[in-house]
Each structure stands twice: as structure tokens, then as C-alpha cells.
């Protein structure tokens, strides 16, 4: 599909596209995602709280992987469609009744207008081609029900991440391709929607294995399967990778990882620049009192 006018260029390393020649694909990469990216359950109270919706709601999983998420959706009574593009990913989700398999890409959902009660999306923004056209396509399924979107912005992490000192083109690839939470907004701004951007810490004990999991927990990026999982890590030269695992071996093996992050031994989370995206239909929800952080 074209890119409308104004529209971003794509980034780079994109993973939600149909491109053959992509430099990252989960077909490839994916093979051991079900075993390492576990739905944790405070991503998904916070997606249930915002979502704002019953038991039997139909809500759509944009970039939905091997249907963790929307599988844990499922578990508490709602409908979901899940839309995935990698065949590999798709294979490896469970079988739930009340989730639907589509392929298909963000920039051209196969779902029907007006069809949604509500839709997320986990972690999969960056990997869109257009994320203004996904926005686009998301308020076409569900123009009437709240969107809930967790995206990463590397530049309102609360500190320089400790894994740069290890991992330097990790972090550079976090910075050029994640959009910013302000290009979301804006890209919600021209579909007609309001969005709100909400800080969502990263507890110490994650049980889904992004790539700020192992803040607290260093030994975790020593796991490839860990690694596979994670695209910034796979988009690395084989080179610096290695170099960066055999310095942090060495760090935590001697014990001066710890003492160079004491501080974090204290700490339970940590703002690393994840955030909620939260968009509600239509401005005169603000009149009747709309909450992005529901009791």
C-alpha cells in the first residue's frame, strides 16, 4: 500500500511489512518466541483497564505474534482477532476458542469497518511500515471503542540504559527505530483521535522478555533463545554481538556488573521509556469525564 501524503518514511528493520527483502523477519527470528515472550499479567490489567470492556467483547490484536496477549484476553472472556503476518509466529500460538487467526499486515487489516468493540497492540508499532496508515485502519475496525497501544520511546528512558555500555547498537537501534510517543499521538491526531501517553514501568520481574526485561536481571541477555526474541538484538552484527557477550560475562562473572549497578538491587521498576498509548473515539468523551487510569 502507498504511503498517504505526510506520512513518515518506513523505518528500518521492520518486521510487520509483507516486503520480501526486509533485513528482519519473524519467520526467521521467531522460531522460539512462545517459550521466552510470556503475556505478563500487569501488561494486561493495563491493557483491560483501559480497554474498558466486558466479557464477550470482540476486540482485535494488532501485530498480535504467537497470540500471547490475545490469548490472555481470551482467558477472561473476550472475543479477540488476532492478526499476525508470520506464518512462524502464528503456528506457535495455542488453540483458544474464542481467538480468531488472520494473516495480514497493520497497514491493510482484514477485518471489516466498524467491526471492533476495541483494539491493542503489544509491542509492534515500530515494526509497521506506516504507523499513521495501522492508526488509520485501527479507527476504521473500531471508531467507536478505545485503541491501547504499548510502545517503547528509548529517548524518555529515565537514564542512559546500562546494556548500552555492552550493546551500543542495540541502543541505537532502539533510538532510530521506535517511533517516539509523540509521533504515535500525532499519528492518532490525524486519524481524529485523542491519545494520551502513560508511562507503564517495567517491574523487575517481567515475565514477557523484551528488551527491557533484564534491567535487574543481566544473565537474561546471556540466553540466545532470550536474544532471538528481541528484535533489536537481532538485528546485530554477529561481530559486536559476540564482543558485547564476552564483556558482559566477564562483568558479571567477576562481579563488576554488580557493583557498577548496585543502585538498581533497590529498585522493584524503572521508566525506561515504555508507554501506553491510550486513544478514546472522539473528543466529547473528555465531557463525560474520560480517565486514562481507570480504578
Known sequence: MDRAAGDPEPRTCAIMTRDAGNSLNYDLIGLSYSARRCADPRIVDALISNL???????????????????????????????VEPSSI????????????????????????????????????????????????????????GMIVILACDPSLAEQTWWLNEYFPDVWQQARSTCPTAKTILDDFAAAGRPAVSIPFLIPFDLQDCFAAAGWRRPAMYLDPQVRSCISSFACQEPELLAMGLDLLRADLESGRWYQKNSRLAALNEIDWGYRLIVSHPSASDHSRGWNPNPP
Open 52 to 82: 474498558r470492556l466486558g466479557k464477550g467483547s470482540l476486540v482485535a490484536d494488532i501485530g498480535a505474534g504467537t497470540g500471547n496477549y490475545a490469548c490472555a484476553l481470551a482467558d477472561l472472556g473476550m472475543r479477540v482477532s488476532a
Open 89 to 144: 509466529m502464528r503456528r506457535q500460538s495455542r488453540d483458544h476458542e474464542l481467538v480468531t487467526w488472520y494473516e495480514g499486515v497493520a497497514e491493510e487489516l482484514p477485518l471489516a469497518g466498524e467491526s471492533h468493540a476495541g483494539v491493542i497492540c503489544v509491542l509492534a508499532y515500530h515494526h509497521f511500515k506506516s504507523g499513521r496508515q495501522a492508526v488509520r485502519e485501527m479507527n476504521r475496525v473500531c471508531p467507536r
